[in-house]
């Protein structure tokens, strides 16, 4: 069946469990984690969010990255960090949109450069999340 077919046989107006039609809820502990990482971002802070497995924080994560405005923060997401740090190094500068090297000092240098002129000459926030 094509999801046109399902939301008609069903009634739906979107189709549940879609990325698209997810709604956060939005509890005490959810609300202040997100204010917290905000402060974060607002004092280019470094901060570390942990807790059980399941509870929402790549949820959080994720919202909080939709909820940033582009015109004062360059956010840059990375999940997957079971690699080297060489690797999680390329990663990190290509979503900075900087083309990796294989040199561990170019990487860096070439990352320091991207962050420095984001801040100081474009004065937007680079917001670098880990998950």
């Known amino acids: 069946m094509t999801p046109q077919q399902i939301k008609s046989a069903f ?16 509890y005490a502990k959810f609300n202040k984690a997100f204010e917290s990482l905000y402060y974060l971002a607002q004092r280019s802070g470094i901060g570390s969010l942990t807790a059980p497995p399941g509870c929402g924080k790549s949820v959080l994560l994720g ?12 956010p840059v997401y990375v ?15 290509h ?3 900087i083309e990796p ?20 000459q474009k004065r937007v926030r680079p917001v670098l999340i880990i998950d």
């Open 11 to 26: 009634g739906l107006s979107k189709l549940p469990f879609a990325k698209e039609s997810l709604t956060v809820f939005k």
């Open 63 to 74: 919202t909080f990255i939709d909820n940033l405005s582009r015109t004062s923060y360059y």
């Open 79 to 93: 999940t997957h960090t079971t690699c080297s740090i060489i690797d999680l190094y390329r990663q990190i500068l």
């Open 101 to 120: 090297t294989n040199r561990k000092a170019e990487l860096y240098r070439r990352l320091h450069e991207r962050l420095t002129n984001l801040a100081s």
């Open 95 to 97: 979503g900075f949109g």
